[in-house]
């Protein structure tokens, strides 16, 4: 048994950590003979400052010892104090349970390196261009009757320094950032392959900077850095609807760069941004913002100005602005990156010069496009979601984001163009002013977003949830550019807290989203207000006190209930102790305003939003699918006092996990007098309240059975179709399947009928609406102003998918999936289903076939991991448990229609279990007989 995909702070070999005790992490693979033990119970880390030395098997900078201990996740470097730009190589090595050790030459090899640890370290100056006068334009807002005046964007600014390597270039390494958006060049080639540098943050409190090594791009002599700005999120359009903003952070694009160089001599040179700098400031990129779409003029290009040769002494000095204060932290998790190439699979002519392209998938990124013509010719990019019925563009939804991107010809032969500093969410394009006819091979679709690996994959014998499961993980990436977005296309694309939340345990199955999360946790924490209030949506480019700065429920509570999920799916206790009194700041502020423990005063109550009431179409009931609110409030009242009184006693402090325990049981017995009467109902008598309340332990025994009866009524009076909003949808799916009601959550899951997730398959969906109702034959699309196509909340679903229909469960109790629960529940039409779970300590799968009244289950567990299987088994059903015969267990509690709950451990490895309706007399049965 030896370790493998090795990973420092989430992150395979990253440059750049300014944590002075970087976590480590392994996996274990058995390798060919899985025969040997399953289970580490030593390890041993050595930590080298070369790689030579490591391949000696020797720690310079740390050398653990052996260390007993079984943990592969979260060990912290204890060596030498890391300097800045510290090179730190490191292998580790594990004994198991049957005394065997795992050989260095056959331990994967990882490595990492050190950020700059202090602002100190930085010699570089913030540059860039003098600045423009500032001029209006107006844009159509397809929600107004009038044009929206607002400020243009300037054209970018191409910033050069020409300079020597005396030397043959041993290592070079290149930190970077920008105020706005930045591309970087060495010696006209990029530096990296990250989009949308440096991200968004909250810029008055964090610069995320990138590091790149760009040892391989430089040469002895001459060589020349390039870059180009933009205005990004730090200057351009940001905000929903009417409260859109611009310029909030600043009004002037800003470089950052310092390249540490060392020559095979020993010798170390910096090349800095400075006033040395030369700077264009009318280069080919005429305009560019994220919500509007990009203008390139290619008249304006200048050959090789990146490159050594070429002549600048047209470009004038950049200027150096030293009233920049920025806070530079290394980005922790990954860069946005191009993850997908997706070719037209459809087009058709709408007009001279003028055809749309059908990419077959709605996604997010831009096109690029091949183009020649003569100079001067405009060609003209429109993106969009979804087509009118009459085959034009639909951009109705779009409000004032136009999401266009234009190219003027230079006359030169014909070749590739696309954008650098935008984004688009669309299926179709529509390309205008064309000479000649449009061919599918001229565009091709770039898909991109945080670049998070998949760790999750879902198939079953029902196409329809197969593309369900497709359009959640596309969902999903179309939403994580730097920040988990609601919607990628219209003038919003903001980091809505409530649908992240409600999200969040799917985002981690489909992808490992640690480093992702832990960052926008920080985004949260930035962007929370003195008293405890965090933001509706972080980062939050408005005022104090201005749009969507509220502790509203269901929203505010992303504060809690995401690093909670990062600790039950990863562990991370850290994260925990680093927010915690952010936590403990905006559960006070809850207790503070509301002395009744029910909460009844908060800010923006948004309720279980878009649920049944929200919805128009015929034959659907107009009102009372809706959860009162204040029902709903004191429901995340109770949830987050609840957990985060397990969270101060996970990390010690077991006076406030008293206290705020406490807390949670007042507020569940003041929501059972305020809410629930003598006969269970829970006030509103909706499915969303009885889902909620279910899902988050609200109730009696006594009165959770009534709970269920009357949420099946709730049901039964939509016609048996959802009422529910997002945020209570998924708790009604798991409460279903969990208390006896297992074929009703399925009826759900595939029904083709509106509302359902199946009926905007039928649709044309390749991706999550955010509406039910976002397009209804007959009637058309819904409201304008509100109406995304690419919208993962509803697809919230997807943690069902992986908890129910495949079984793969977590086990708060021994977080970081130590211990997982697999627990399939095959029901429906559905006939097989299968998947796997890339978890933080390995490959966890599991997978079902139903063949007459007989079902085969498979599992497979990673080494070092525990697991429990958990399956219903029918009345006088036999089993088999990797061919040794085992019967139904005599007393076993009854689950579902006449069948009992089996439940067993099983040590790591491949299992197969056979349950057999009829065939051979059940044998005794002792549960736990394979731990």
């Known amino acids: 048994m030896h370790p493998k995909k090795l990973r420092v702070e989430y992150l395979a070999d990253p440059l750049g950590v300014d ?25 041993r880390i050595i930590v080298a400052s070369d790689a030579s030395i490591l391949d000696r098997g020797e720690g310079d900078l740390w050398d653990s010892g052996k260390v007993e201990s079984p943990e592969t996740t979260h060990v912290p470097y204890a060596g030498k104090p890391l300097r800045s730009r510290q090179q730190c190589f490191w292998r580790a090595k594990v004994w198991d349970d049957a005394g065997n050790e795992s050989r260095w030459e056959d331990c994967e090899a990882g490595s990492w390196q050190m950020g700059l640890l202090e602002q100190g370290d930085w010699h570089a100056k913030w540059i860039g261009a003098r ?113 859109v903003r ?56 200048q050959p090789g100005w990146d490159a050594p040769g070429f002549d600048d002494a047209n470009w004038a000095p950049a200027i150096v602005d030293d009233s920049v204060k920025a ?144 359009n959640i993980l596309w969902t999903q990436r179309d939403n994580i550019a730097s920040i988990p977005t609601d919607c990628p296309q ?84 850290r994260l925990l102790e680093e927010h915690y009194e952010s936590m403990k700041s905006y559960i006070d502020l809850i207790i503070d305003e509301n002395e009744a423990h029910l909460w009844t005063h908060c800010g923006s109550n948004y309720g279980d939003w878009l649920n049944g009431d929200t919805l128009k179409a015929s034959g659907y009931p107009a009102k009372g699918g809706e959860v009162p609110k204040d029902v709903y409030a004191t429901s995340f009242f109770a949830l987050s006092s609840g957990l985060f009184s397990r969270i101060a006693r996970i990390i010690g402090k077991n006076a406030d996990a008293a206290k705020y325990g406490e807390i949670r049981n007042r507020v569940v017995a003041a929501f059972n007098d305020a809410y629930v009467d003598e006969g269970g109902r829970i006030r509103g008598d909706t499915q969303a309240g009885y889902a909620i309340a279910l899902g988050f332990g609200l109730l009696s025994e006594e009165n959770q059975s009534l709970a269920v009866d009357h949420l099946l009524d709730a049901i039964k009076r939509y016609s048996g179709r959802l009422s529910t909003g997002f945020i209570s949808t998924p708790q009604m ?61 509803i697809g919230a679903v997807g943690e069902w998918l992986y908890r129910v229909v495949l079984g793969i469960d977590f086990d708060e109790e021994r977080p970081g999936m130590r211990h997982v629960v697999i627990a399939p529940r095959p029901g429906g039409s559905l006939a097989w289903a299968k998947g796997a779970y890339d978890s933080i300590r390995g490959r966890i799968a599991s997978s079902w076939r139903r063949e007459g009244t007989n079902t085969t289950y498979r599992v497979e567990i990673p080494p070092n991991v525990r697991a429990t299987v958990d399956l219903v088994v029918p009345e006088g059903a036999s089993m088999t448990v990797d061919g040794e015969t085992l019967g139904q267990p ?37 549960p736990g007989q394979l731990s």
């Open 890 to 926: 005599a007393g076993s509690a009854r689950a579902g229609a006449g069948g009992g709950r089996v439940a067993f451990d099983v040590p790591p490895g491949s299992h197969e279990v056979v349950v057999k309706v009829g065939c051979s007399p059940p044998m005794p049965f002792t």
């Open 490 to 573: 219209r003038n919003e694309r903001m980091g809505w807290t409530g649908d992240a939340q409600v999200f969040a345990q799917t985002g981690i199955y489909n992808m490992d989203m640690a480093a992702f999360y832990a960052k926008f946790t920080a985004d949260m924490r930035d962007g929370q207000k003195p008293e405890g209030m965090y933001p509706d949506f972080a980062p939050h480019p408005f005022p104090s006190g201005s749009f969507a700065m509220s502790f509203g429920p269901g929203w505010g509570d992303a504060g809690i209930i995401i690093p909670w999920r990062m600790y039950t799916s990863y562990g991370d206790k």
């Open 327 to 470: 806070n530079l932290v290394a980005q922790k998790s990954e860069p946005v990156r191009v993850f997908a190439t997706l070719e037209p699979v459809a087009l058709h002519e709408r007009g001279p010069g003028t055809w749309i392209f059908d990419l077959g998938q709605n996604m997010v990124g831009w096109c690029e496009v091949k183009l020649g013509g003569a100079a001067g010719q405009k060609v003209t990019l429109r993106h969009g979601e979804m087509l009118e019925l009459d085959g034009s563009l639909h951009v109705d939804n779009l409000r004032l984001a136009a999401q266009t991107d234009t190219f003027v010809l230079d006359g030169g032969p014909e070749r590739w163009f696309h954008p650098r500093f935008t984004f688009h969410g669309f299926k179709y394009v529509e390309v205008s002013g064309l000479k000649d006819p449009a061919t599918a091979d001229m565009l091709v679709g770039k898909a991109f977003s945080s670049d998070p690996p998949v760790a999750g994959s879902f198939e079953c014998s029902h196409p329809g949830l197969n593309q369900l499961w497709r």
């Open 19 to 43: 944590v002075p005790a970087p976590r480590l992490f392994w996996i274990l693979d058995l390798g060919k003979d899985e025969k040997h033990a399953s289970f580490q119970v030593a390890y």
């Open 246 to 301: 611009q310029r909030f952070y600043g009004t002037g694009r800003r470089l950052l760069a310092q390249l540490v160089i060392e020559t095979a001599d020993g010798k170390v040179t910096e090349v800095v941004t400075d006033g040395s700098w030369k700077v264009n400031d009318n280069g080919p990129v005429q305009a560019s913002d994220h919500f509007l779409g990009e203008d390139y003029d290619a008249r304006l290009e």
């Open 733 to 793: 799916m798991l409460e279903l399947s969990k208390r006896g009601h297992l074929e009703q959550a399925y009826k759900f899951a595939e029904n083709e009928e509106f509302p359902g997730w199946l009926y905007t398959i039928k649709n044309g969906a390749t991706t999550i609406w955010e509406r039910w109702d976002g397009f209804v034959a007959g009637r058309g699309f819904q409201d304008k102003g509100m109406n995304s196509f690419c919208h993962y909340a």
């Open 131 to 243: 600045a423009r006068e500032p001029r209006k334009v107006k844009v159509v807002d397809t929600t107004r009757a009038e044009p929206v005046e607002v400020i243009a964007s300037d054209p970018s600014p191409m910033l050069r320094k020409a300079f020597t390597v005396a030397g043959k270039p041993a290592r070079a390494v290149l930190y970077s950032t920008a105020l706005g958006e930045y591309e970087v060049t060495v010696n006209g080639l990029r530096a990296g392959d990250d989009l949308l540098q440096p991200e968004w943050t909250d810029y008055t409190r964090r610069v995320q900077y990138q590091v790149h090594d760009v040892t391989g791009l430089l040469r002895q002599g001459e060589n020349v850095i390039g870059a180009m700005l933009a205005d990004g999120w730090y200057m351009g359009l940001l905000g929903p609807g009417d409260a």
